[in-house]
């Protein structure tokens, strides 16, 4: 029989020894990462400052996953993403969550409105700064975004709220200001391949000049650091005391990604967070939405363009 030398086995110990450490603390590492996916427009707010600001407190590794609200909210559903917590905007998202049995409730954090973003070097750059700023001779706002040659820019309506809210905005203002076919005129078909592009990047695009002006949230927008059109109460989807005897008054009928039809109606804009029921780490999920909830989390919510919750949970 071969001996080892009382060196090689030194050696063969010494490796195993460190395999045995390093998968030790891969696995350490791992049980502390915190993955939170959320409603694309929140990348800014989220992986700048809600998460990095958490993770510092708690000694954990934040993963942040952004995309359509709706869109992550099946990914979640079927399991093809796991993750902690889910912050939707709009209360659709977390239903489908619901119904997979993943959420029991979930609790307002934030809040937003609609508005008209547009490129600050662009083009029309004059005439909505025109418009922003309340001069006498601006042309209306839905006047300049049928401009021959003006490219808007928005989110898909099958996977995403901001995709549906823009048109139910358009829908609005075709009634709030007695222009018929307004909502065509500006958008085209629902599903327009010219104008739609994934949430998370359609700012982006702005600041690159690929659009001229884009469907927005106030708190995204904000947060971007790009100017934008403020839309009346009417129009802009951020009263709830509207939702009744007007929001609720507009509707429209889209084929999700399922191949199902289903009628689309509107929203409150908040923003709710949840904690997944197959959470890898659900005490630190539930650190997390009360992180959201607390007089730090708020501040950095509204330092970053975001208005206070509104109504209750989910």
């Not at 407190?57 to 993963?63: I, M």
């Not at 042309?139 to 901001?162: E, M």
């Amino acid at each position: 029989m071969t001996m080892l030398s009382p060196l090689f086995g030194k050696k063969t110990f010494t490796a195993a020894t460190l395999i045995l450490g390093l998968t030790a603390l891969q696995s350490a590492n791992a049980a502390d990462d915190l993955r939170v996916t959320y409603a694309g427009s929140m990348g800014v707010v989220m992986d700048k400052h809600l998460g990095p600001a958490f993770a510092k407190q708690n000694s954990v590794n934040y993963q942040g996953q952004g995309q359509g609200a709706y869109g992550m909210a099946n990914l979640l559903a079927s399991k093809k993403v796991v993750a902690d917590v889910f912050v939707s905007i709009t209360p659709g998202p977390i239903e489908v969550l619901k119904k997979a049995g993943l959420v029991d409730s979930a609790v307002p954090v934030a809040s937003t409105s609609m508005v008209i973003a547009y490129n600050p070097q662009g083009k029309y750059a004059s005439a909505f700064n025109a418009i922003k700023e309340h001069q006498s001779n601006a042309a209306p706002w839905w006047k300049v975004l049928q401009t021959p040659g003006l490219k808007f820019g928005r989110t898909d309506p099958t996977t995403d709220p901001q995709g549906q809210n823009i048109i139910f905005t358009m829908m609005l203002a075709e009634r709030y200001y007695q222009q018929p076919h307004l909502t065509k005129m500006v958008l085209g078909d629902t599903l327009n391949p010219q104008q739609i592009s994934g949430e998370g990047g359609l700012l982006t695009r702005l600041e690159a000049g690929q659009v001229d002006a884009a469907s927005g949230y106030a708190s995204a927008t904000r947060s971007a650091g790009l100017p934008y059109i403020s839309l009346p109460d009417e129009i802009n989807l951020s009263n709830p005391q509207m939702e009744t005897q007007w929001y609720s008054k507009v509707s429209f009928t889209i084929t999700d990604p399922q191949g199902k039809s289903k009628t689309i109606k509107t929203e409150p804009l908040v923003f709710y967070a949840a904690v997944l029921k197959n959470a890898p780490h659900p005490e630190q999920a539930k650190a997390f939405v009360s992180f959201l909830q607390s007089a730090e989390g708020q501040t950095l919510l509204t330092q970053n363009g975001y208005d206070k919750p509104k109504g209750g949970a989910l």
